[in-house]
């Protein structure tokens, strides 16, 4: 398999996104470039939209024919508590079109430290800072152009939270992978990513490098996401 | 596992164990002289205090209730069901011929009302709410609501009397089954069906689909590796009490199409209160139940473990 980092990767761009839902706008047109690589964060608070843009970000990407995938906020929204990890990942591979046993287990599991997970159980008898290692592990089989996280820590205690952002960190820079991380934890956001794009009431109000927002909040959103963050002084 | 297979065998000795000492009790102590309906039941005719006496004593009913109690269950926890206080032959034999007759027609019951009822559940759960999903509701509510006795003679009205395709009657050929067994069938399948469909309807709203979609599975394989287990657990509750009606309809339906079985073996015998023949019956009955519960109960775990893990 050609490695992710050998291949030069296309911007991303998505145009013109909106959504409805029963007959209510609740994602206006809003546009997004992602750089080769670039980690941007979508922030907001809650019912702002940002879920549903990245929802509808992936799959307009995909349409578009780039890899994308997506990890969930939790994962009992990521697995099926029937069926084994084994048959989780073999799904995974088959949905890409790749035969099973082909992916490289060994160095992604490696890579997020879940090596002693046994294959056999089913998600339950996995901790869930371990199940949601290994969601992010399917996500990066075959190196996608993008992966998308949905408040991929929320589930997790805030030592497993910074220890599995770390280990992701160091795969996306050595694969070259682009990170679009959703979070409401601006703390969190600040410490991953380059750019920010704040959400509010379906619009993208701002969109400008971390730091700026950070010191120089332009907009009312931005300015009182700012203002309530309390979780900087976290080690994540 | 072990262990739990353990629990499991020792739940269904307690389960048996109880049967048979309730049956026996009740029996006993049913209103009416045993002893009189047993000798009617043989001579056919009205008979004096003696001739009662003496089959009273022939039959062992003279004796308190422990000693008759241990005497039956004594030959009994070496399969031996004892001899019909009214023939005199052994049980085993008549119940196993009446079994040759009603389990193949249970089990196909059972599978008609499967193969209706899979189908017309999936066509249901396609579309909630709509049109094709009322209508086959509507279906299997009307199934439900119709009593076999009915369904049986409507049955045989248009298929044997009207347009003479098969036989109603009696139990000679293959042929003679299928009234019974459609009787049967259509019974099962409308309950299947709404329990086969909220069970799909429930498992398309587990929170982890959007996320496998998402991923790229194809429709049709999240229907059979998500789907299809997350419907089967509900369903295989619901088989245990379909079992409980198979057996209770097949006794009707027996009656209806005049066929031997189970069904006509238990009437004459309780008629009669042959001792001997009713627990025979009873107890295999219990049995049959405890071993699928059995079987069911290891399907589940089989399905989601944590089933197992929480009651142990």
């Given at each position: ?6 291949v ?6 998505v ?7 029963s007959?209510r706008t609740i994602?206006?047109p809003t546009?997004?470039n992602?750089?080769p690589?670039?980690?941007?964060g979508?922030v907001g608070?809650s019912?702002s939209?940002?879920?549903?843009f990245?929802?509808?970000?992936i799959?307009?990407?995909?349409r ?18 029937l069926?084994?990890?084994?048959f989780?990942?073999?799904?995974a591979?088959r949905a890409?079109g ?5 992916a490289d287990?060994?160095a992604?599991f ?5 090596e002693?997970g046994?294959m056999?159980k ?12 290994f ?9 996608p ?6 408040e ?8 497993v939270?910074?220890?599995?952002m ?16 959703i ?7 600040s410490k991953w ?6 959400m509010?009431d379906?619009?993208l109000v701002?969109?400008a490098?971390t730091?700026d ?12 996401l700012?203002?309530h ?5 976290l080690p994540? | ?9 020792l ?10 000492f309730?049956?026996?009790?009740l029996l006993?102590n049913?209103p009416?002289d ?11 005719a009205?008979?004096?205090q ?5 089959v009273?004593?022939?039959?062992g009913?003279?004796?308190?209730f422990?000693?008759a109690?241990?005497?039956?269950l004594?030959?009994?926890l070496c399969f031996?069901?004892?001899?019909s206080a ?7 034999p008549?119940?196993?011929g009446a079994?040759?007759?009603t389990?193949?027609?249970a ?21 909630p ?14 199934g439900?609501a ?7 003679l409507?049955?045989?009205l248009?298929?044997a ?7 109603a ?5 293959p042929?003679?089954?299928i009234?019974?067994a ?5 019974g099962?399948?409308?309950?299947l069906?709404r329990?086969i ?10 929170a982890?689909?959007?996320a ?24 295989i ?5 379909e ?9 009707l ?27 025979a019956?009873v107890?295999?009955t219990?049995l049959?139940?405890?071993v699928?519960?059995l ?5 589940y ?12």
């Open positions: 398999m050609v490695s992710g980092s050998t030069t990767k296309l911007a991303l761009r145009s013109d996104l909106s959504a409805m839902r007959g994602l206006y546009s997004l992602i750089a690589a670039e980690r941007i979508i608070s019912g939209g940002k879920s549903t990245g929802h509808a970000l799959d307009d990407l995909r578009q024919g780039h890899s994308v995938a997506q990890v969930p906020q939790s994962p009992d929204e990521a697995l099926d508590p069926r084994s990890m084994a989780h990942w073999q799904e591979e890409l790749l035969k099973p046993g082909t287990r060994e992604l490696a890579t997020l430290k879940i002693k046994d056999r089913r998600p339950w008898g996995w901790s869930r800072g371990m199940q949601q290692r969601v992010i592990a399917m996500a990066l089989i075959g190196a152009d993008l992966i998308v996280l949905d991929p820590t929320s589930a997790l205690d805030p030592v939270a910074a220890a599995t770390q280990l992701l960190d160091q795969h996306l820079t050595e694969q070259n992978i682009a990170m679009v991380l979070t409401h934890d601006l703390g969190l956001a990513v380059s750019k920010l794009a704040v509010q379906g619009h701002e969109e490098a730091q927002i950070l010191n120089t909040p332009q907009t009312k959103a931005a300015q009182s700012v203002a963050r309390n979780w900087m002084a994540c | 596992m072990s262990k739990t297979l353990f629990g499991l065998l739940r269904t000795l307690v389960v048996l164990a109880g049967t048979a309730l049956t026996f009790a006993w049913a009416g045993p002893a009189a309906a047993i000798a009617m039941a043989r001579f056919d009205l008979l004096s003696e001739v009662i006496d003496q009273r004593e022939e039959v009913l003279n004796t308190s422990w000693p109690f241990w005497s039956w004594g030959p009994l031996d069901f004892g001899n009214v023939t005199g032959r052994p049980v085993w008549d119940l196993w079994m040759t007759y389990f193949p027609l089990f196909a019951g059972l599978m008609i009302g499967l193969g209706v009822a899979l189908p017309l559940a999936i066509f249901a759960a396609k579309r709410g709509r049109l094709s999903d009322r209508i086959a509701v509507a279906i299997a509510s009307l439900a119709i009593p076999a006795y009915w369904l049986g409507l049955l045989i248009l298929f009397v009207q347009l003479g395709w098969l036989p009657m009696g139990a000679r050929t042929a003679h089954a009234l019974p459609l009787t049967l069938g259509l099962v399948a409308a309950s069906t329990i469909r909220s069970g799909i309807l429930e498992a398309r709203g587990q982890f689909l959007p496998i979609q998402r991923r790229g599975v194809p429709e049709a394989a999240i229907g059979r590796d998500h789907i299809a287990p997350h419907a089967a657990i509900p369903v509750t619901v088989f245990g009490l079992l409980a009606f198979l057996l209770e309809g097949a006794v339906v027996e009656v209806i199409f005049g066929r031997p079985g189970l069904g006509t073996f238990l009437v004459s015998a309780i008629a009669a209160r042959d001792f001997p023949q009713v627990q019956v107890l295999l219990a049959v139940f405890v699928s519960n079987i069911i109960d290891l399907l775990r089989l399905i989601d473990p944590r089933i197992g893990e929480r009651d142990a």
